[in-house]
């Protein structure tokens, strides 16, 4: 019941940058859009889905991974139902279809979301 669209997506040469966004529509009956924490994921082909970033639904705390830490910045905008994942410092292994996910649960919306987008590709050439 919560739809999430991603854009954003592209191809870029190491070094590079880019921005996705995600746009949120819905929310579970009862439940506020605004009070879902919302996280990025990305899966390469042959790997397991990972987690890249999230942040809380007042977006006063921010997480990263390792690999994408001092590089990634994770941002929202509750009144526009967005959330963007800004890339910096492209590196080949960033190449991954990237996914916007949305739970109500912090400690869920880094491992499980509940709710996920579509995707959009991330191809960054070496």
């Known amino acids: 019941q919560v739809q999430l669209v991603e854009s954003g997506g592209g191809l870029r040469q190491a070094g590079g940058s880019l921005k996705l966004s995600c746009a949120a529509s819905?929310?579970?009956?009862?439940?506020?859009?605004?009070?879902?924490?919302m996280a990025w994921f990305r899966q390469a082909p042959g790997k397991e889905r990972e987690f890249v970033a999230a942040i809380t639904w007042s977006g006063g705390s921010t997480y990263y991974a390792d690999s994408v830490k001092g590089r990634f910045t994770i941002s929202r905008d509750s009144a526009k139902n967005t959330v963007s994942l800004q890339m910096n410092s492209l590196k080949p292994e960033d190449t991954a279809v990237y996914y916007c996910?949305?739970?109500?649960?912090?400690?869920?919306?880094?491992?499980?979301?509940?709710?996920w987008g579509q995707g959009t590709q991330v191809t960054v050439s070496s």
């Open positions: 819905g929310a579970a009956s009862g439940r506020t859009f605004s009070r879902y924490h």
């Open positions: 996910a949305a739970d109500y649960s912090l400690v869920v919306v880094k491992s499980g979301p509940s709710y």
